[in-house]
DNA sequence: CAAGAGATCATCT
DNA sequence: GATGATCTCTTGA
């Protein structure tokens, strides 16, 4: 009689990868209070069509800004043609070009009317590397999207992504339904100008991630 | 490797 | 006219 016995190498060879849902995450996930959604973004997918090819990065590192109280949020300086995106609807691009040099990537949140945004501050490059390393000119990985003007190089993002629709096909953001990383916070950086709210644990990131702007 | 300077321009005063 | 949700390179320990 043959006797079939199941080891833990027979079980490796059979198991097959795990397929995973990608779901563009749809306008109602913008429309929550904006600290949790920049809570909830650390993890999911960036993903940026362009002509010269798809880029594709798992968002690991995002910082808040909320609504007109928040002195670090440009908002608090009133409604500007500047700021006029983020008092739209949610889940669309707010970018601006700051220091001469650099596009910053929001995304719009919360509600109509209230001026609030998420910045994506790094992501893990996962697509499309080459062309990420032709844009920032270094092979490195960890130096490609690891920080909010980087990452906007990688992915080709500038001001002609200003208010476009982050629900689109252009630009937008998936989620992998992967299990839950442990994220950490802490305060936002870049901001000691704001008083009081430059201490608000607003800037989220998955803890011992290789490709955060930092710790 | 920490600290500092320089680059450079849209935006608001 | 000043400044900024940054990055890179240089300097010096």
């Not at 993903?47 to 690991?60: A, F, L, N, Q, W």
């Not at 008092?87 to 009317?113: Q, S, T, W």
Request: with cysteine.
């Amino acid at each position: 009689m043959t006797c079939f016995t199941l080891n833990q190498n027979s079980v490796q060879h059979t198991t097959f990868p795990t397929i995973r849902n990608r779901l563009k995450l749809p306008r109602s996930f913008y429309e929550q209070p904006t600290v949790e959604v920049a809570r909830q973004l650390v993890g999911k997918y960036l993903v940026r069509k362009h002509p010269d090819g798809t880029t594709v990065g798992k968002i690991v590192e995002t910082e808040a800004y909320v609504g007109p109280e928040d002195r670090a949020c440009h908002a608090s300086r009133g409604r500007t043609p500047r700021t006029e995106v983020m008092f739209g609807v949610p889940g669309h691009a707010y970018v601006y070009f700051i220091y001469g040099f650099h596009h910053m990537l929001n995304i719009v949140c919360e509600r109509k009317d209230f001026p609030a945004a998420v910045l994506i501050r790094a992501v893990e490059p996962k697509e499309g590397i080459p062309l990420m390393q032709a844009r920032r000119r270094t092979e490195n990985l960890y130096n490609l999207a690891n920080g909010p003007g980087k990452l906007c190089e990688a992915f080709a993002i500038d001001r002609s992504l200003n208010g476009a629709d982050i629900c689109g096909d252009v630009l937008y953001l998936e989620d992998h339904d992967e299990p839950i990383e442990k994220i950490a916070t802490r305060p936002r950086i870049g901001v000691d100008y704001a008083g009081k709210w430059k201490h608000k644990p607003w800037r989220f990131l998955i803890r011992g991630n290789k490709f955060v702007s930092r710790e």
